[in-house]
């Protein structure tokens, strides 16, 4: 008896033993080629608030050949009881998990991605959540995106509160992520991601079971966070342009689920029609004409609309944040008709099969105004049209007491609708030019006839519309005040105590924000602004190149404003202050630092906005904040562009985006191209003057010796991602650029032993300019005795000095050819390039071009050796060329520049926010009162 106590005793203290070191989770990672981000996500695991002895890590190395394998047996050795590495051949995300399954001890199971985080009381709140919700066996957290974007999933309503849900009942709240979901692992442990689906394997593991038993809880706490990466280099986010991209969800996730939910109950479930609905209309927004073949794309069409007939209307046109025309067009591919024809309209409602699509009067959507302003009396309006019925059977109107007015309209490409057939609707503004008479206020109301049913419509405020959108926003321009009143647009002739009342409760809206800091800034404008009014304010220019890097042609034509020491003007250059070229420009004066308050005080009460750059911190410093304070700005933004345009810019620079007030060009070709192709500008805002810093480069080179120097200088590739981080523009190292034709043809190029040869036979020394976006590429490229390799070269300094060019597709050329010397275009990856980059412009490099136009290394090759031999001598029919394309040769672009600028924008010298010395008391009271009345009626 002694003895069966004692081995009672020892089985139990063995039992116990057992017990208090079993596994809460499993938690299984496939691992392939992320070993930058593994610290992070396991370093997630191991900082949870649960005793990181009870999660159990699974890591499971698919054959990755960066550093990952160095990172897993780091934590292997250092957490050698509860972590397990497991090295495969490259087999998929599936495979790796599959294998990881077999290894899992713990009750719970996750697979968490390698490159992403869970939030550190998530496996807290799950354990609680599965102890006390036994019939639950699948959980999910909230996925929220990092990194390159910072946002929720759009199926986050899910998670408006932790609970219990009933998918038959609540069919809209689908799961499709495994990463973010746990499992009870005695549900699982017969089950297998499937292997040859290339993506949508985490959708037919969580559905499959939910199809045997749709309850899953949801945990609000629990977050997962997704990383989008800024290099993007992630599978996940490259995979649109893979074939297998468009079929293997399709195939093997839809139509299996379809067929699943028909075998189980003879129908297709509520959940899997809504995930089938959720699935395609983000298919139909996807660009599946670029990447598919005639016959593939067919069959994709047929794939996509053959699903959507398996599951009622309801569960397309109740998916949330997809727009309405998607859905509509979603419903016509399933009718095969226009089903817009069978919408009608109730009491200014918009219905389809008596659902209500649009409610007309409260919508704030149907025109959105992207430019307001007021000039000579007349307000104008530019906005897009956001209906989506059949464009003949609408249009709009204005009126202005017993007068109506009607607008314009132009087809805008770059508001165009396209889908996954291409395009489907044509982008349409609508301008008004609405006369302002001599009242004290005019009241004006916007409507839309549909279908011979008069509506008003109220429009909401877009980029450049002044108006802030936040409620008691008004905009003032020392003639006119314009403010929404009830959602309606009245405009008052200026008087000072009328802005100061709608400032005053402006601020209150602010304050109640805990806006404390825009407050702040608003304050600070109106008090400079009234103290430059006793000091007879001059005009600010601000003027500037990159964020931290001048040398362009906002330098030169700063510094030439400089030297002319202008008395009605303060000119100011803006730089960061750590770079080098602030130390070197200080000696001009007036250097601004970028990153100082007194930089975003004098943007305030700058009247030009000079830049050789179009990004947007040029012309709004404050990001987000400008919904806030863009009614401030009231400056004049001309762009000296960095370089003659040569490509089609124009869904970049045009108008609609940019708005600039001048826009500076410097050849006959161009100016006409500015002028009437899709960049909508007008000769009020479009010269011909040449640019700043040909003036300069003028000027070098007569006292700058020509040296035998061969200068490389190829642009970037947007099509090459990983090169730069997508949030702060900088560079960054990618171990996928090796694999580049880019990289091959220019590594191969500076080490063609036949061109070195000549080089050295004929003296001649070459300088590789990487683009500073591939900077930190410049490690991978083989240097040699006769070519350096460089980033961020002074190009005003190498110009002068060179004797060849070779070049791609870079807008330098015109620079050199400018100097009349000699250039070769490389343009080996012209198909890539014209479909991934920039479109073809006015610019025909066989008809107009400076130089020979080589698409391979021997053509290259032979064209450089011969201008070699010929000592770099350019051929007189490219210096025809050259001279009948520039319109000026001189060095009188600042002048021309500066001329334009006074001429076209220099305002009227009568400060139009001056104090009034006579205020009447009377008409204020009148005001107020009528607001009063306003607001209450």
């Keep these: 008896m002694k003895n069966i106590s004692v081995a009672l005793i020892a089985l139990i203290i063995l039992v116990l033993f057992n017990s208090s070191n079993c596994f809460i989770f499993s938690v299984i990672m496939a691992i392939y080629n992320t070993g930058k981000y593994l610290d992070d996500s396991i370093g997630s695991l191991y900082n949870q608030t649960i005793n990181f002895k009870k999660i159990q890590v699974i890591l499971v190395n698919d054959g990755s050949t960066d550093n990952s394998e160095e990172i897993c047996l780091k934590y292997k050795e250092k957490y050698n009881k509860n972590i397990i590495y497991i090295k495969i051949e490259h087999s998929g995300v599936s495979k790796a998990r599959n294998i990881g399954l ?185 660009p599946a004409y670029k990447y598919l073949n005639h016959d593939d794309f067919i069959e994709y069409c047929n794939l996509i609309e053959d699903q959507l007939k398996q599951i009622d209307d309801k569960y397309i046109l109740e998916q949330r944040f997809t727009p309405y025309r998607t859905k509509l067009l979603a419903l016509s591919k399933k009718y095969k008709t226009d089903v817009r024809c069978d919408v009608v309209i109730k009491n200014d409602l918009l219905l389809y099969s008596g659902k209500i699509l649009i409610n007309i009067t409260k ?26 019925m059949p464009k003949d059977k609408y249009f709009y109107y204005c009126k202005i007491g017993n007068k109506t007015l009607f607008p314009n309209y132009y087809d805008y490409p770059g508001f165009d609708f396209y889908t996954m057939y291409g395009l489907v609707d044509k982008g349409r503004m609508i301008t008004f030019n609405i006369p302002i008479e001599e009242n004290n206020e005019t009241l004006i109301k916007f409507f839309i006839s549909y279908n011979g049913e008069n509506i008003e419509i109220f429009p909401s405020f877009g980029k450049f519309a002044r108006i802030p959108t936040i409620k008691n926003g008004y905009y003032s321009n020392g003639n006119y005040i314009i403010k929404l009143i009830q959602k309606r647009l009245i405009i008052f002739k200026y008087n000072q105590s009328l802005e100061e009342y709608f400032e005053k409760e402006y601020c209150k809206i602010l304050k109640s924000i805990h806006k404390d800091d825009i407050l702040q800034l608003r304050k600070k404008y109106f008090n400079n602004r009234d103290l430059y009014f006793i000091d007879n304010k001059k005009e600010i220019w601000l003027i500037n190149d990159n964020k931290a890097k001048a040398g362009d042609n906002g330098e030169y034509f700063f510094r030439y404003l400089m030297n002319k020491k202008l008395s009605d003007i303060s000119i ?84 609609i985006n940019k708005n600039f007030s001048l826009f500076i060009t410097s050849s006959k070709k161009e100016y006409n191209t500015i002028l009437s192709s899709g960049y909508y500008y007008n000769k009020d805002n479009v010269v011909l003057t040449g640019l700043s810093k040909y003036d300069n480069l003028i000027e070098i080179s007569r006292i700058t010796h020509k040296e035998k120097l061969i200068l490389i200088i190829p642009t970037w590739r947007l099509y090459i991602t990983g090169t730069r981080d997508l949030v702060t523009f900088e560079s960054i190292y990618s171990p996928h650029f090796k694999n580049t034709t880019f990289f091959d043809f220019y590594n191969n190029f500076i080490n063609d032993q036949k061109i070195l040869y000549y080089m050295e036979k004929y003296h001649f020394f070459g300088l590789f300019c990487l683009h500073p976006y591939f900077s930190e590429q410049i490690i991978d490229f083989t240097a040699n005795n006769f070519i350096a390799i460089k980033t961020n070269c002074n190009y005003q300094e190498l110009l002068p000095k060179a004797s060849l060019l070779v070049t791609d597709y870079s807008n330098i050329f015109f620079d050199f050819a400018y100097l009349k010397k000699p250039i070769i275009y490389s343009h080996f990856d012209i198909n890539e390039y014209r479909k991934y980059q920039y479109p073809e412009g006015y610019f025909d490099y066989f008809k107009d071009g400076f130089g020979p136009v080589c698409y391979n290394i021997e053509c290259l090759e032979n064209e450089l050796i011969e201008l070699l031999i010929n000592n770099c001598k350019q051929k007189k029919k490219y210096i025809n060329r050259i001279k009948k394309f520039f319109s000026f040769s001189d060095n009188n672009n600042n002048e021309r520049i500066y001329s334009e600028i006074m001429k076209n924008l220099i305002k009227d010298k009568e400060n139009p926010f001056q104090s009034q010395i006579f205020i009447n008391i009377l008409f204020i009271i009148f005001f107020l009162f009528k607001f009063s009345f306003l607001l209450k009626h």
């Excluded at 704030?364 to 956001?386: A, C, F, H, P, V």
């Design 102 to 286: 077999k290894f899992a001890k713990g009750k719970y199971i996750n697979f968490l991605d390698a490159d992403d985080i869970w939030g550190f009381q998530s496996f807290k709140y799950v354990s609680i959540f599965f102890k006390f919700n036994k019939n639950v066996d699948i959980v999910a957290g909230r996925l929220k995106f990092f990194e390159a974007i910072n946002t929720y999933h759009p199926l986050d309503y899910k998670f408006y509160k932790t609970r219990v849900v009933n998918l038959t009942e609540d069919y809209n709240y689908i799961q499709m992520s495994g990463p973010s979901t746990f499992f009870r692992s005695s549900i699982i442990k017969n089950e297998k991601f499937p292997e040859k689906v290339f993506s949508g394997e985490d959708t037919v593991f969580i559905n499959k079971i939910l199809l045997l038993k749709p309850i899953i809880g949801f945990i609000k706490e629990a977050i997962y966070y997704y990383r989008r990466r800024s290099d993007s280099s992630s599978a996940v986010q490259n995979q649109v342009q893979k074939v297998e991209f468009y079929f293997s969800q399709l195939k093997y996730v839809g139509q299996y689920l379809l067929e699943k939910s028909k075998e189980l109950y003879n129908k297709v479930m509520p959940f899997i029609q809504f995930y089938i609905g959720y699935n395609n209309l983000f298919r139909i927004l996807s």
């Design 363 to 388: 919508s704030s959507n149907i025109i959105i105004w992207r430019i307001l302003d007021i000039k000579q009396n007349i307000l104008k309006l530019e906005g897009k049209d956001n209906f989506w």
């Design 572 to 655: 100011f250059f803006v730089i960061k202050k750590e770079c080098d070229d602030y130390e070197r420009l200080k000696k001009f004066g007036n250097i601004l630092d970028l990153d100082s308050t007194f930089y975003l005080d004098i943007f305030l009460n700058s009247d030009k906005i000079i830049s050789s750059i179009s990004d947007e911190w040029v012309t709004n410093p404050f990001g987000e904040e400008k919904i806030y304070i863009g009614d401030l700005f009231h400056f004049d933004s001309i762009f000296i562009e960095n370089g003659i345009i040569v490509d089609d810019l124009s869904k970049i620079l045009d108008r």
